[in-house]
């Protein structure tokens, strides 16, 4: 996933701003949580409440969504094996940096493919940055019944090709660092489960 530059002739320039200089203005670490599950799982849901959790307690987020990212910088790519991997690449890339400055990166994308979640995993590694990978498992029968945008109903009558958990395969996360069933879970109880789990890592204080 992660290829090397084209240009032999770059270099990565540091600056004399270090990431432990961000982290003490903000009071705060950076961190990528990676939401990833099928299309109306609650991804975006739990990421919208999260982001509202975490200002509520004086701390800098931003939400990378799938749709929003899709509409701006990913607008030039499709729904194809290939362009979902550069989707996720490019992705993966925005994240790392978001996280490089501070910012917990709350990133939620379908992202069906066990291999490029891996790419954005390794990616973060390199970088020393913590990478937190949060399976929103829900039943493809609960997800098509919520079906908040129409896209099964389209996706069974043939009007959308290559729709992950109908014509397009979804590959379970082997070991995510959360799995939140939205079939079972409540909103609050979803939000508290990753509260707690960032205070345990550290990413987070108690209060």
Request: overall charge neutral; charged content about 30%; glycine content about 8%.
């Given at each position: 996933m992660n290829q090397p530059s084209r240009d032999s002739n770059l270099t990565w320039h540091d600056g004399e701003v270090s990431r432990q200089n961000r982290t003490d203005t903000l009071g705060q670490h950076g961190a990528t949580l990676w939401f990833t599950g099928l299309s109306g799982s609650g991804k975006s849901t739990?990421?919208?409440?999260?982001?509202?959790?975490?200002?509520?307690?004086?701390?800098?987020?931003?939400?990378?969504?799938?749709?929003?990212?899709?509409?701006?910088?990913?607008?030039?790519?499709?729904?194809?094996?290939?362009?979902?991997?550069?989707?996720?690449?490019?992705?993966?890339?925005?994240?790392?940096?978001?996280?490089?400055?501070?910012?917990?990166?709350?990133?939620?994308?379908?992202?069906?493919?066990?291999?490029?979640?891996?790419?954005?995993?390794?990616?973060?590694?390199?970088?020393?940055?913590?990478?937190?990978?949060?399976?929103?498992?829900?039943?493809?029968?609960?997800?098509?019944?919520?079906?908040?945008?129409?896209?099964?109903?389209?996706?069974?009558?043939?009007?959308?090709?290559?729709?992950t958990g109908i014509d397009d395969p979804y590959e379970t996360p082997a070991a995510p660092e959360l799995t939140l069933r939205t079939d079972q879970l409540s909103l609050d109880q979803e939000v508290e489960a990753i509260i707690s789990y960032l205070i345990e890592r550290g990413v987070l204080r108690e209060g």
């Open positions: 739990i990421a919208v409440a999260l982001e509202a959790e975490l200002h509520r307690r004086g701390k800098l987020s931003y939400r990378l969504d799938g749709d929003n990212i899709r509409l701006g910088i990913n607008k030039n790519l499709g729904f194809s094996a290939e362009d979902r991997t550069e989707n996720i690449r490019r992705i993966g890339e925005v994240a790392k940096l978001f996280a490089d400055a501070g910012v917990i990166t709350l990133s939620s994308f379908i992202s069906p493919y066990a291999a490029d979640r891996y790419g954005v995993r390794a990616l973060h590694d390199a970088a020393g940055l913590p990478f937190f990978e949060v399976y929103v498992e829900c039943p493809l029968d609960e997800a098509e019944r919520r079906d908040p945008k129409g896209l099964y109903k389209k996706a069974r009558a043939g009007e959308i090709r290559n729709f």
